[in-house]
């Protein structure tokens, strides 16, 4: 956090007063308060490796080395500090105390004198480098921190926090409480000297006063007035850019990249790179009806941000076990291990082991290219997420489905009017990640005739916010159930941004079902498996996703891990809102041990968890018609869409998925 305080020439004389909750002591020279710049006069509360609080000046400082701070645990910490003597007092008090730990301390002394400005830059949990930029980063919890005029006990920060006046006058009192959505800091002294929150520290999270009665930040905002910072936040890198692109007017909407050369890629080096980028077709205006009479993929990007810089392989002791074989690591992946700096995707802790619930594409993004090769793809080609998505991209140009391409972030800002121009939309092999404005779109299209073709698997599956501040950036609390990586603490599963339940839809009482017929049931990532054809196959309603197929068995093929039903699955539900008209057409078998039920499918754990051992780990191939003449076709497989160009597009997978796409591009509606 960044301000500008003024008054602080004629003050003097400083008290500074703050809670905080340490959770990386291992780290050394962490600053929690900054007052001045690199190259001048310069006062600062830092911590030092082992939780050592220490007040500094120049060559001078002042700790409390026989009183360690221990990770999350809150403390009260006070400094006074006379600019015309140097004299300095720092004291620290634990929220509670531990029999036979000692962590209360007080220490003072005397420092180098300053001459602070009327006006000085203050930092909150970083530190001003001769550079420009900002180092020395803390990693915890810092709630109400406040700076006033004169010296004073530590009663002063009593008073403040009791909610009294402070008998004294507040230079500054920055209340985290307020304006949670966004980036500033709330200075509530009267002087306006308010602040900037730089790279998306994490907001809306429990502060030292929560009592546990309330889980929701917007029912007692007073409880939660607590930021984390991390020193791998980071949300937009700012670069200096090298190029710009004009889009020539002739370019169609599409899937496009950016092709950038230094040379022959080696072994050792990538000197040949895709950025890929999306041209949307031009917006309609607001109030103008679609024609609908067009195609569209629509992007999962949401999913793409989610996955941004996925590196849960690099830190997970137990990545190959989950894959079933030996990891391979590109240059994207020794890069990102290399250089946490970029920042992680929504799978990754920070350094001090707390989840990363804020993701941005306004950064360098490693795996978001068509030559990245994931850890997640299955045997084979590897693909996971963007990359796999090309599989689809390329099928329907060879097919020469003329089609607009549509993005998650579209859908959000844009809602149901964005696909009023569209008769059919496809999904990306993994559209994972929604919004509520994203689903309340998507769901309105469906009930007024859209044909939404689903041509993935774990899809509408988590709560996404989207921040109105800082565009691009996407925030998920892992809340209770679901497959996760890591999970949010108890009270801190109500989004920043919007103030909504974070987690799996189906925990928030809608279903994956609702949308698109089917729900997770399991995932692996070693080998894929095959389809069925089920009896529903033969019904009337579905021969024309039949047409030309008399094959028992769909997609034992396929350029992710050999067949069309694998990495992660989704089956029909009826007690989750599978609605009751809806066709199975096929459902795969034959999975391994590794392909397991999602954890959200039981209560105690069963002893067959495995696909080689649970018939309920499947996918089906379904279809069902909606009440005003749409319809929805779903696959329930990540690994569908890498079979479609299997033997250069002849085969089962693809004949289907091209009548089916034909027939729901037709005008006709169908009969219900």
């Keep these: 956090m960044a301000a500008m305080v003024k008054g602080l020439a004629r003050a003097r004389q400083l008290t500074f007063v703050a809670m905080i909750w340490p959770t990386l002591i291992a780290r050394d020279n962490q600053t929690i308060f900054c007052w001045g710049t690199a ?38 910490v006070h400094f006074t500090f006379d600019a015309d003597t140097g004299a300095g007092e720092l004291t620290q008090c634990p929220l509670r105390d531990y029999a036979l730990i000692r ?13 602070p400005p ?41 008073r403040l926090l009791s909610g009294a006046k402070p008998g004294a006058v507040l230079l500054a009192h920055w209340d985290f409480t307020q304006a949670q959505s966004g980036v500033s800091a709330t200075d509530i002294s009267g002087h306006d000297n308010h602040g900037t929150l730089l790279n998306a520290p994490t907001r809306a999270m429990k502060g030292w006063n929560w009592t546990g009665a309330f889980h929701r930040w917007t029912e007692r905002p007073d409880q939660y007035g607590a930021v984390h910072f991390h020193h791998d936040d980071l949300y937009d ?23 950038i050369k230094c040379g022959k890629s080696t072994r050792e080096e990538t000197r040949d790179y895709y950025m890929p980028f999306f041209i949307r077709p031009p917006p309609r205006p607001a109030g103008v009806p679609g024609k609908r009479d067009r195609i569209a993929f629509l992007a999962p990007t949401a999913s793409y941000i989610a996955y941004a810089n996925h590196g849960e392989h690099i830190t997970a002791r137990e990545a ?30 920070h350094l001090d082991g707390s989840g990363v619930c804020y993701s941005s594409r306004l950064r360098p993004v490693l795996n978001f290219t068509s030559q990245y090769h994931s850890w997640l793809g299955g045997h084979g080609s590897a693909l996971w997420q963007y990359n796999a998505d090309t599989h689809l991209l390329a099928w329907l140009e060879a097919k020469g489905f003329d089609h607009d391409v549509i993005t998650d972030e579209d859908l959000h800002h844009e809602g149901a009017h964005l696909l009023e121009d569209y008769r059919v939309v496809l999904t990306g092999t993994h559209p994972e990640y929604y919004s509520t404005a994203m689903w309340d779109g998507l769901r309105s299209w469906i009930d007024h005739g859209g044909r939404l073709m689903y041509l ?25 159930d679901g497959i996760r990586t890591w999970m949010a603490e108890p009270g801190e599963y109500y989004h920043s941004f ?50 030309g197929v008399d094959d028992e068995i769909i997609g034992d093929f396929g350029l992710i891990g050999g067949g069309a039903a694998g990495l992660e699955l989704d089956c029909i539900t009826a007690e989750l809102g599978s609605p009751p008209n809806i066709l199975r057409l096929a459902t795969s078998e034959n999975h391994t041990q590794q392909v397991m039920l999602a954890n959200e499918e039981f209560g105690v754990v069963p002893p067959n968890l495995g ?32 079979s479609l160009l299997w033997n250069d597009g002849d085969n089962n997978v693809s004949q289907i998925t091209e009548n089916v796409l034909r027939r729901f591009a037709d005008e006709p509606s169908f009969d219900v």
């Design 611 to 642: 696909g080689d051992q649970n018939d309920r780990i499947h996918a089906d191939l379904a279809f069902y018609e909606t009440p005003s003449g749409g319809a929805v076709f779903s696959t329930g497989s990540i690994a569908w869409c890498g």
């Design 237 to 259: 890198a700012n670069w200096t850019p090298s190029f710009s692109l004009t889009i020539p007017e002739n370019f169609c909407s599409g899937a496009y990249a950016v092709r």
């Design 498 to 547: 919007t103030g909504e339940q974070s987690g799996l839809y189906r925990r928030r009482g809608h279903a994956p079902n609702e949308i698109c017929g089917l729900g997770f049931i399991a995932q692996g990532f070693d080998k894929c498996s095959y389809y069925r054809r089920a009896p529903d196959s033969k019904n009337p309603r579905a021969a024309f996703i039949f047409e």
């Design 103 to 115: 962590d209360k301390g007080r220490s003072s002394g005397t420092l180098p004198p300053m001459r």
């Design 118 to 158: 009327d006006t000085a830059s203050i930092t909150v949990a970083g530190c001003p480098s001769a550079d420009g930029s900002v180092g020395a980063h803390f990693n915890g919890k810092i709630d109400g921190p406040a700076l006033l005029a004169g010296l004073h006990p530590q009663a002063v920060h009593d």
């Design 320 to 349: 190959e076990r989950v894959i079933g074989r030996l990891l391979e690591f590109g240059h994207a992946d020794m890069y990102m291990y290399e250089h946490p700096e970029i920042g992680g995707s929504l799978y990754d802790s």
């Design 39 to 76: 190259d001048g006069d310069r006062l600062r509360l830092l911590m030092r490796k082992g939780g050592i609080l220490t007040l500094e000046a120049a060559s001078g400082s002042i700790d409390l080395s026989d009183a360690p701070m221990l990770e999350r645990q809150w403390y009260a």
């Design 456 to 480: 993935g698997a774990n899809g509408f599956y988590w709560h996404v916010a989207f921040s109105d501040e800082m565009p691009g950036l996407m925030e998920v609390r892992r809340a209770e």
